[in-house]
């Protein structure tokens, strides 16, 4: 996530601005940014007796099956406040994260995916036993490393996360979709996917890994050609590394109005749905101002992506 949260939060219904260079992007030209993470941009820590509660979640363990399209939908929700959830009840949405591990109680036809935000201190305190947790309660995926190829993100090594994810990931073979660190589409030299070909190469064929984690925002103009072809790309790269599937765990403009975000929605969605090496995506990002109004669907963007 490389959004501009204080302008988000100063704003309420400004659309996060990813701020380095990102592709596609010809005018975000910024440096990478080295700001620390605000608290908004961190897992969210919640009681330790919050329970799992996905138990009649429809959702099915993804490695039992290698139709990752059958019976559920690949749509999420990247969300902060659980009041934004019920809206999405009954919706075509099947998942949600949070950048944490910790949940409150979701409608039934989501599961709550935990994401362990990075290999350090308290991001990984209770990392195995939530992640157990939420797997008996039907979670079908659990997601490594938010930008370990950015430094105002999770900011790590390619080495470190190779070796981490094994201690943090590997344990999970078999019981879960393991999703690879998602790294930004920043083209700054070493981050993007070009750290996470590093990042592949250093696990050495020692993680086990069943889907390759990104994000991609970009500029409006030919923005769902662009999305499509870094998709492809990525999914090339997964391919070499002998992984089948993808997940576009943030995705979204930088600079677009609600109804050109809602049409590029419409544009790259069937395409994502129908294409077999997506097993799962998420716009960035469900809260007020963007995809709801309060804690309702917002129109024409939120419908775009609740149809
Ligand atoms: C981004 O797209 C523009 C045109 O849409 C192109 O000129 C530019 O080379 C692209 N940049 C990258 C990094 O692919
Ligand atoms: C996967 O499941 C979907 C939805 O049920 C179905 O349309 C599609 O044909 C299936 N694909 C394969 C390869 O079985
Ligand atoms: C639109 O994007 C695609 C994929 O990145 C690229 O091949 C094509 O040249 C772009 N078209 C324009 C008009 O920029
Ligand atoms: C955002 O888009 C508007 C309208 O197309 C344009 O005038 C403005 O320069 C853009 N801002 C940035 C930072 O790209």
């Known amino acids: 996530m490389r959004p501009s949260w204080v302008f988000l939060l100063a ?18 030209i910024k440096a990478p940014s080295t700001h620390t993470p605000l608290p908004s941009m961190v897992p969210i820590s919640t009681p330790a007796s919050t329970k799992f509660l996905d138990t ?35 919706k075509p949405v099947s998942w949600a994260y949070n950048w944490g591990v910790n949940r409150g109680p979701m409608p039934s036809n989501i599961a709550f995916i935990p994401m362990v935000w990075c290999p350090t201190g308290t991001n990984v305190d209770s990392w195995k036993s939530t992640a157990s947790s939420a797997i008996s309660s039907g979670a079908r995926a659990l997601l490594a490393f938010n930008e370990p190829d950015n430094s105002g993100q999770c900011g790590i090594s390619y080495a470190g996360a190779a070796s981490t994810y094994q201690e943090y990931m590997n344990p999970f073979t078999g019981k879960a979709t393991l999703i690879s660190p998602s790294v930004s589409n920043s083209v700054v030299a070493g981050q993007g996917l070009t750290y996470l070909e590093n990042f592949l190469r250093a696990c050495n064929g020692k993680c086990n890994i069943d889907a390759v984690g990104f994000h991609w925002y970009g500029d409006a103009g030919n923005a769902s050609n662009n999305l499509k072809a870094y998709v492809n790309k990525c999914i090339a790269l997964a391919k070499k590394y002998g992984i089948s599937s993808v997940w576009l765990t943030e995705f979204g403009l930088t600079n677009a109005s609600a109804q050109q975000q809602a049409d590029f929605l419409h544009s790259v969605l069937p395409w994502l749905d129908s294409n077999g090496a997506v097993g799962g995506y998420a716009y960035f990002w469900c809260g007020d101002g963007s995809l709801m109004a309060g804690t309702a669907i917002s129109s024409p963007l939120g419908q775009a992506y609740a149809s």
């Open 11 to 28: 704003a309420g219904s400004a659309v996060a601005r990813p701020q380095h260079v990102w592709e596609n992007s010809s005018t975000a």
């Open 56 to 90: 009649a979640s429809p959702l099915i363990n993804l490695r039992s099956t290698t139709n990752e399209s059958a019976g559920t939908s690949k749509r999420g929700l990247a969300y902060k406040a659980d009041n934004v959830l019920a809206a999405w009840s009954g």
